[in-house]
């Protein structure tokens, strides 16, 4: 079969390592590396990519020092101690083509801790705490922990690291002004607010050698008031390439922007000539990232030179196997990411592990094993909403025989209503990938059909699974009962048009 997306399975060498592809499965927080006690479930989550095809996995971030951990115990490489349970992740990795980075990230003051530290004792909008404004003494020992960690990490088995330079974390708090009204050496002229950047990638680089890559996400829109201006990051880009950097990621937006940058309103690959302009000014690689969900969106960009490789972090937790269906032509069975940030942002920011609405088995691959049954069943679901269709699929492929009665006209549930709403369009994809599941996997389906008590004692089955989905809820407000109110699946479904 003629590969369908020839650049993005084409191979890569950088410097002394070679990718298999071009697809980078971008750093993503899943609450699994926050305790020692994880690292087995977070090798499996991993694993389970790597054997889906992705060229090159970055971690979720570990902090170089206790200072810049994102929570109190949360994920941290600094000590020879913790290098035993990275050896889990890399060794299950390479057990297929897949190289894997650990994301070094220092979280600067959005740091949910007493013990936050940045540039400026400025507060920042989404966390409680006032970070200790660094001294002179504490900004050089940062600099040394950012530098054993990669060694660390390239004693662990990493086959590099990417610093995280963006998204408003602590590199990026020097960078900006806003975040930056030292009057040191670190602060004021761009010369100054960059050296904290550039002193982290020499020391790095010296404690690893030349062989060991180093990734740089850079911060190419701030969008805050007073961020880095422009063309002050290709300047830094510059240099970085010059003192050791091998790559360079695309970093869109910092968290307490109010511009959405990877929300389903977001359009396909909206930030990629941001990339390109990167990539015209550098040597090293460059990958682009934000809602690039689609092997044809990332091809396009390929095609077109705007870059290097394409980063899909939450598309390759909707599907593991996003790379070798793609590259084996299936497409159409993809379980595309919708950008909902249902299961995962919003998972993470409740402190809670993450997961994904399309694929609940998205960090639970240890808890929820897929194996054949050898004890097969006649199953009746009863309810295609998106609970009914991810059972029914998971259960057909698991070798069990699987009826879905469904009562409107056409799969879905509340999905269908989702995707009617402007911005939520891509609701539509999930629809689309179930049906092709329920094709492969040989589910009878029975739609317009309503399931009785009678209708089932007239051929027993196995199993019942009832998934008729919900009711609207009330909403107790004064005047609700007026015949003007309607809800919302009266008006989504056409059922009744509303005036002006």
Not at 275 to 297: D, F, G, Q
Not at 310 to 320: G, H, K, V
Not at 436 to 462: A, C, G, R, W, Y
Request: charged share 20%; net charge positive.
């Amino acid at each position: 079969m003629t590969n369908p997306y020839p650049k993005l399975f084409s191979p890569l060498k950088i410097g002394s390592m070679h990718l298999a592809n071009r697809i980078v499965m971008g750093s993503m927080h899943t609450g699994l590396e926050d305790s020692g006690k994880y690292f087995r479930q977070l090798a499996a989550f991993y694993e389970e990519r790597a054997r889906g095809g992705v060229g090159l996995i970055i971690t979720g971030g570990f902090a170089p020092n206790r200072s810049g951990w994102l929570v109190p115990f949360s994920g941290k490489l600094s000590q020879s101690s913790e290098v035993k349970n990275h050896k889990i992740l890399t060794e299950r990795v390479h057990g297929y083509e897949t190289k894997i980075f650990l994301q070094i990230l220092h979280a600067g003051r959005y740091a949910y801790h007493p013990l936050a530290a940045a540039p400026t004792s400025l507060k920042s909008p989404i966390s409680p705490f006032k970070p200790w404004m660094m001294s002179e003494k504490n900004i050089l020992s940062t600099i040394e922990d950012f530098a054993l960690c990669a060694a660390l990490a390239k004693e662990a088995g990493y086959d590099g690291v990417e610093l995280m330079g963006s998204e408003g974390y602590l590199i990026n708090q020097f960078l900006a002004p806003k975040t930056n009204s030292r009057e040191d050496q670190w602060g004021g002229s761009f010369e100054n607010r960059s050296r904290f950047a550039l002193e982290i990638v020499k020391q790095t680089r010296a404690r690893v050698g030349p062989d060991f890559s180093i990734m740089f996400r850079l911060s190419l829109l701030d969008l805050v008031k007073d961020g880095s201006p422009p063309m002050e990051r290709i300047a830094l880009a510059k240099v970085l390439e010059k003192i050791g950097v091998n790559i360079f990621n695309t970093g869109i937006g910092w968290h307490e922007s109010r511009v959405p940058t990877i929300a389903t309103v977001v359009p396909r690959a909206a930030f990629v000539w941001a990339t390109k302009k990167l990539k015209e000014n550098i040597s090293a690689p460059v990958v682009a990232a934000n809602r690039i969900n689609t092997p044809e969106v990332a091809e396009k960009i390929l095609d077109e030179n705007s870059a290097d490789l394409i980063s899909m972090a939450r598309p390759l937790l909707a599907d593991a196997e996003f790379p070798i269906k793609a590259q084996q032509g299936r497409a159409e069975q993809i379980n595309t990411c919708i950008a909902c940030n249902q299961g995962c942002l919003d998972m993470i920011f409740q402190k809670k592990r993450a997961t994904c609405l399309v694929n609940p088995r998205a960090c639970y691959e240890v808890e929820y094993p897929l194996q054949k049954t050898q004890n097969k069943k006649n199953i009746v679901v009863i309810g295609a909403g998106p609970a009914g269709l991810a059972f029914a699929i998971t259960a057909a492929s698991r070798g069990h025989q699987v009826s879905l009665y469904e009562a409107q006209d056409e799969i879905g549930g509340q999905f269908n209503f989702a995707k009617r709403i402007p911005g939520k369009e891509e609701f539509a994809e999930t629809i689309r990938y179930y049906k092709n599941q329920l094709d492969l996997h040989q589910v009878k389906v029975f739609l317009k059909t309503k399931m009785s008590i009678e209708e089932l004692q007239k051929n027993p089955v196995d199993e019942i699974i009832i998934s008729t989905g919900t009711l609207p809820r009330k909403i107790s407000i004064p005047g609700i009962e007026n015949q003007k109110v309607v809800s919302y699946t009266d008006v989504l479904s056409g059922k009744i048009i509303p005036g002006k």
